[in-house]
């Protein structure tokens, strides 16, 4: 997720007087440094962290087959005080980086037109895969966990249920743009990060890490597409509870 900082509409510093449009993180905004310091973290833990999981281990999951996929989503289910992780640890976060960066995106000053310098161009591509994604998450949170059977209780319909969605072409490709758009939001957040913090010093460290970055990108979004593939490559399997015979399967 972004962990972009702008200059609000007030401060005479704007993202072009900056290598590729990174202002550094500074120390003397008031609440809003610390907000935004937050903004910036939750990008990368939990947020960050729970979308790596996602993609590339629970999901991946998805190419060994139906049996593999709901072993993981078992798994998972089974974790000790799963609604408050859930919560605490993945929606809460969640909500506050996407809203606070809406607020960011609000106060900012892009000129695309104006200025149309890489950095500008950088930071509203991060801008709306942020927006994209949320309207993502959003969706796949709500159809997956608060609809149709209850997969924390029939793990065995887990891998039915996300093809029922896939097999629909219009919800596979709004898929594709919300797998592309986070991919990219999380792996040039991770370079805006190390940049703004100080990890990266200097142009030249900053554009070695953005080649990885990018190449992360691609890793992402190759085993996201892969999992997709699997799911609407594999006959329909069943949706509706008990699914006896993929229950019997996963344990």
């Not at 905004?29 to 996602?54: D, K, Y």
């Not at 000790?80 to 606070?100: C, Q, S, T």
Request: glycine letters at 8%; proline letters at 5%; aromatic letters at 16%.
């Amino acid at each position: 997720m972004s962990t972009a900082v702008s200059p609000g509409p007030s401060s005479t510093t704007s993202a072009n007087d900056h290598p590729q449009g990174i202002a550094p993180l500074r120390a003397g905004q008031g609440h809003e440094f610390f907000w935004r310091r937050l903004h910036s973290l939750t990008g990368i833990i939990p947020v960050g962290a729970f979308l790596f999981e996602h993609i590339l281990i629970s999901n991946a999951t998805a190419i060994n087959g139906a049996t593999a996929y709901a072993h993981q989503v078992r798994f998972l289910g089974s974790l000790p005080f799963v609604l408050g992780l859930e919560l605490l640890g993945i929606w809460l976060p969640i909500a506050f980086h996407a809203l606070y960066g809406f607020y960011i995106w609000y106060r900012g000053r892009a000129n695309l037109i104006s200025y149309p310098w890489m950095g500008n161009w950088m930071y509203s591509l991060q801008r709306w895969s942020g927006a994209i994604a949320f309207a993502y998450i959003i969706w796949h949170t709500y159809t997956m966990r608060f609809t149709g059977v209850d997969l924390h209780e029939v793990p065995g319909a887990s891998f039915g249920k996300v093809q029922h969605e896939l097999f629909v072409t219009p919800l596979f490709l709004f898929y594709v743009i919300g797998l592309v758009a986070a991919s990219w939001h999380f792996a040039y957040g991770i370079w805006l990060f190390c940049a703004k913090w100080g990890i990266t010093v200097g142009e030249r460290a900053r554009q070695k890490f953005l080649y990885i970055c990018i190449a992360f990108f691609f890793l992402l979004s190759a085993v996201g597409l892969a999992s997709m593939t699997k799911f609407r490559s594999t006959p329909q399997q069943c949706t509706d509870q008990p699914c006896a015979d993929q229950i019997e399967q996963a344990k």
